[in-house]
């Protein structure tokens, strides 16, 4: 015989939720969810413990919510004997939380359920009807997750996409256009950069030409070194659209004007591929940030490592590019390192509050990460080609050579050394293969990010070069510079939306 309660005796907690993933039922917000609940509480006269719990992430997902996981934890331990909420789908739209549910009433640790919408009962018909309930939201999660991927891929399909491209329009059909003298600019800057410009002459004849893109808002975005590195990446201004993991050749779809030819695009990658392949072997020393530090002036990467002074060595990064316009081709590690403590003890030491709200926008970030890796890929693809392309041309002409003159000598030399570029690149390329399958590999789940968040300044002036550098690549991406200062800087997610959410910068727009 089902045992019988007074409900009324019975400690309810109140509990209420709603996400990014509620967009297409328009659910109840969470001001109304709280208020039709308490309006059934004071009807059957339930005791609601405490104030309500609130948090607005998506439940599609088991152990994403840390407000609901501690709910389930204060239920086990009788702090609360039932759960009050506006309907079943605001507890669980995964199979995993919904069955751990119905085991805690199997199990009296929870004793009573009781919704808005929903009627419960604690027999065999009721704990079916539940279990519905939650089959139905994860069905609907499903749904909508499909028909989203459906849509953006039929558009892709089309030639369509939401993101903007630097010289191109939308015309009435989205397709992109080109975008007048924005359009000449962007093609100029392509030449420019094939010729060897700096990053830095590049901005400055685009800003002395009025360039800017216009958002819908009307606001104007000047263009920085760090958005030119992200054009000249983008396999988009030779015909190919990426999204996410996707590639439509724009080319075959419409009459799409492209900016450059592939040709132009494959030498572009392979002049800002400086990684330089050494003969020398390896020494014990080890410097932090090394790919890390990028020179304002040009937008290479700069050289980290100890300089040569007769009495006292300084750790330095130089910049190895024998055309950028620096002054002084190298800048003190101390001055990053001061820059790096002075941000951690202004803008870390996060909250459980702060990483529930980057978490929201999770899905989003990941499809970006996704479509950068993708674009990145097709990047170390082309040059991948050009290299080839240029070992298989002097293998060929080599053996036209007499073995041992100084032209031949000249070739092979410049043959091993495309061949080890060659191995560096492929090796790249796996690995951006194999983050692209996972893109949320790297995420830092919420305990690893509040201990990173509250520890990381006492860390990292206190610590060894080693652990220095493994703090600082779990917050930054890089950090640009110029002859005397830390000019900007990109922050890995979510320190990157959340120090924005601080008012503290982490892009190269800070320095405009």
């Not at 693809?381 to 007499?402: F, H, M, P």
Request: charged letters at 30%; proline letters at 3%.
């Amino acid at each position: 015989m089902e045992e019988e309660f007074d409900f009324t005796k019975l400690k309810y907690v109140l509990y209420a939720r709603k996400s990014t993933d509620d967009v297409g039922r328009q659910p109840k917000s969470i001001g109304d969810q709280i208020a039709e609940c308490k309006e059934l509480a004071a009807r059957e006269g339930l005791h609601i413990v405490g104030d309500p719990l609130t948090e607005t992430k998506s439940a599609k997902r088991p152990n994403q919510r840390p407000v609901f996981t501690q709910m389930i934890k204060d239920l086990k331990k009788g702090i609360y004997d039932g759960i009050l909420s506006w309907n079943p789908d605001r507890l669980a739209r995964n199979m995993r939380e919904g069955g751990e549910i119905i085991d805690m009433i199997d199990e009296g640790q929870i004793k009573d359920l009781k919704f808005v919408t929903h009627h419960f009962s604690k027999d065999a018909n009721g704990k079916m009807l539940l279990g519905l309930a939650f089959v139905l939201s994860k069905q609907y999660s499903d749904n909508l997750s499909q028909n989203v991927k459906r849509g953006v891929t039929r558009r892709l399909s089309e030639g369509k996409s939401p993101t903007p491209k630097h010289g191109y329009i939308k015309d009435s059909e989205r397709l992109y256009r080109p975008d007048g003298k924005n359009f000449e600019l962007i093609c100029n800057i392509w030449e420019l950069r094939a010729e060897g410009t700096s990053y830095e002459n590049l901005v400055k004849y685009l800003n002395d030409n009025n360039y800017a893109r216009t958002t819908k808002r009307g606001r104007r975005i000047a263009i920085t070194g760090q958005m030119l590195t992200d054009l000249f990446k983008d396999p988009f201004y030779y015909g190919i659209l990426v999204q996410k993991d996707q590639k439509v050749d724009l080319r075959s779809l419409y009459n799409f004007q492209p900016a450059i030819t592939e040709e132009l695009y494959n030498k572009v990658q392979q002049l800002s591929y400086r990684k330089i392949y050494s003969s020398k072997k390896p020494t014990a020393a080890f410097y932090p940030l090394k790919k890390m530090i990028i020179c304002s002036f040009c937008g290479s990467n700069m050289y980290v490592g100890a300089s040569t002074g007769r009495y006292q060595r300084y750790l330095n990064a130089r910049c190895g590019n024998a055309s950028c316009r620096r002054k002084d081709k190298s800048i003190r590690m101390k001055i990053v390192f001061d820059f790096i403590y002075k941000l951690f003890a202004k803008g870390l030491n996060f909250t459980e509050k702060e990483y529930d709200k980057y978490y929201d926008s999770l899905s989003m970030l990941t499809d970006k990460k996704r479509q950068e890796l993708t674009i990145e890929l097709h990047s170390k693809q082309a040059i991948l080609k050009k290299v080839d392309a240029d070992l298989n041309e002097r293998a060929l002409g080599i053996v036209k050579l007499k073995k041992g003159s100084e032209t031949w000598n000249i070739n092979e030399r410049k043959i091993n050394k495309l061949s080890n570029q060659k191995i560096g690149l492929q090796t790249q390329i796996d690995k951006l293969k194999e983050k692209n399958s996972n893109p949320e590999a790297e995420q830092l789940n919420l305990e690893d990010f509040l201990n990173l968040s509250k520890n990381a300044s006492v860390i990292v002036q206190s610590a060894n070069a080693v652990v220095k550098d493994l703090i600082c690549r779990k917050i930054f991406l890089n950090l640009t510079v110029d002859n005397e200062k830390v000019l900007s800087y990109q922050a890995k997610e979510p320190f990157a939306t959340l120090l924005k959410q601080r008012g503290l910068l982490s892009c190269a727009d800070e320095r405009t």
